[in-house]
């Protein structure tokens, strides 16, 4: 007597459907949770839980993608680690953009804070 190879396929296809089923209800009950997630994604992680604005929180969402991780810079990206800019010469950069790096990354009032921060690296 043989056995039937695909029972085995439909056990595994049925497990799989109800693991998705329970996740999905995990979901909807997390929904206000992933909602203050979601939000807080989309505005970059600049501000703090506070309110205050974080440049490094800014920094980690916006620039490392060119600048690396450490900020040291990575090929057209210039390193942000003792920059020989000055601080408003840094936000002036911040603001209009230079180079590949495009305008408007930090909001206007927090151009001081995010070139004092940018300066303060060592």
Do not use: R
């Not at 396929?9 to 909602?35: P, W």
């Not at 970059?44 to 974080?54: I, N, P, Q, V």
């Not at 810079?73 to 950069?93: I, N």
Request: glycine share 14%.
């Amino acid at each position: 007597m043989q056995k039937n190879p695909i029972i085995p396929f439909i056990l595994i296809m049925a497990f799989g459907i109800g693991l998705i089923f329970f996740m999905s209800i995990d979901g909807v009950g997390n929904k206000a949770e992933l909602a203050a997630t979601e939000e807080g994604a989309e505005n970059g992680g600049g501000e703090a839980s506070a309110g205050e604005f974080d440049p490094e929180a800014l920094a980690q969402g916006k620039c490392i993608g060119c600048h690396g991780n450490s900020y040291e810079g990575t090929g057209a990206a210039p390193a942000l680690v003792g920059t020989a800019l000055s601080e408003d010469e840094v936000k002036d950069v911040l603001a209009n953009g230079k180079g590949i790096m495009p305008p408007g990354l930090v909001p206007a009032e927090n151009l001081d804070a995010m070139a004092a921060w940018v300066k303060s690296l060592e």
